[in-house]
């Protein structure tokens, strides 16, 4: 690699990613999570929990998770995505197995990297999972949600312990989540209660999840947690939802696609960036209503070294359901003397 390409990726990455066996050789991995421990708190037996210990690639090369192993049953962790290219996210998914363990619980993960050099990094988890109350199901479950749609999800809660326990309310994370619990029957030392949880406006589009918050008379643990997932459709998702320009010279043309998808018919207004740098090309489909466009973007590198970031706006003709703005990065190396 030529002096100047390796000076901009430098200048790309911040720091230099040693070689392994240096005492710092692990901190370049550690470096890619937004966090490395989690407390899942008071949950209930058999209820779905989980967590997800978010990474991005910042680096050029690409990062490859080779496996992750936890200390402890209590905790099953997976991984969301291997391979995990430059300014990609993957995640590490802690599932605290509920259904197995009751009282105090904690796991380490061991997260084990072999590309582009070997590095573990350590993941922790803790909580404290109740036996006197079970959910069924084990979670509010949405499914996929199309903007706009109500939802309507039940599920049954059963406490075994005190004859005198009460739900008193049931506290929401979000305004479009409506919830509302009814006792069923209460015997001795047994109380069941159903929960009734309802979408009225708009959540959060993509991936949701969140939790529930009941809020009981028992002064040991007066709040317990209901997890609450599903999948809110976007009107428009674009795809990549970032690019990476990659390392190029001063003058050199880099073409990308970029994939717009609509839940319904739609024309591309206008395709703009922040910089004259960018180069759009329009395409006659865009003109007419369609499902899918797509969107050919050239970066036409400048003669500054370093890194570069900008951003692309794509306009249609659905208003306020238009796409995010899509970031596009890159690294213009320093021209040859």
Same mark, same amino acid.
């Given at each position: ?20 066996g ?11 999570f ?25 680096y ?12 402890c ?6 991984? +969301? ?43 922790q988890?803790? @909580? ?60 001795? =030392? ?6 009734t ?8 589009? @993509? ?22 997932? @599903? ?32 839940? +319904?018919p ?35 590198? =400048?003669?500054?070294?370093? +890194?570069?970031?900008h ?18 990065? =890159?690294?213009v190396?320093a021209?040859?003397?």
């Amino acid at each position: 690699m030529k002096t100047s390409r390796i000076a901009a990726i430098v200048a790309f990455v911040g720091m230099m990613v040693v070689r392994p066996g240096a005492v710092p050789a692990q901190e370049w991995a550690r470096k890619m999570f937004e966090t490395l421990e989690h407390d899942f708190g008071v949950v209930v037996r058999g209820a779905k929990t989980e967590f997800e210990f978010v990474l991005t690639n910042p680096y050029i090369e690409d990062v490859h998770i080779a496996s992750v192993r936890s200390s402890c049953g209590c905790t099953t962790p997976r991984i +969301k995505k291997e391979w995990v290219k430059t300014y990609e996210k993957s995640a590490i998914v802690a599932t605290f197995n509920t259904h197995l363990f009751i009282g105090s619980k904690g796991a380490t993960l061991t997260v084990v990297f072999d590309k582009p050099f070997y590095a573990e990094v350590q993941l922790q988890v803790r @909580g404290y999972i109740r036996s006197d109350v079970v959910f069924s199901p084990a979670s509010v479950e949405l499914g996929e949600v199309e903007p706009g749609t109500a939802i309507e999800r039940k599920l049954d809660i059963h406490y075994a312990g005190r004859s005198d326990w009460r739900i008193l309310e049931v506290r929401s994370p979000h305004p479009a989540l409506k919830a509302e619990v009814a006792e069923t029957s209460r015997s001795a =030392g047994e109380v069941r209660y159903r929960l009734t949880v309802r979408t009225e406006g708009e959540l959060p589009t @993509g991936y949701y999840q969140d939790h529930l918050i009941l809020v009981t008379n028992d002064q040991t643990n007066s709040q317990l947690p209901v997890p609450v997932e @599903g999948h809110v459709r976007a009107g428009l998702t674009v795809s990549p939802p970032s690019l990476f320009l990659g390392v190029v010279e001063p003058g050199q043309k880099v073409t990308k696609k970029v994939v717009v998808r609509g839940t +319904k018919p739609f024309r591309i207004l206008s395709v703009t960036s922040d910089a004259n740098s960018f180069q759009i090309t329009p395409s006659p489909e865009d003109n007419m209503p369609q499902t899918v466009h797509v969107v050919s973007i050239t970066f036409v590198a =400048g003669k500054e070294p370093g +890194k570069v970031t900008h951003t692309i706006r794509i306009e249609t003709d659905l208003g306020a359901e238009s796409p995010p703005s899509i970031s596009a990065y =890159g690294v213009v190396a320093a021209a040859e003397k």
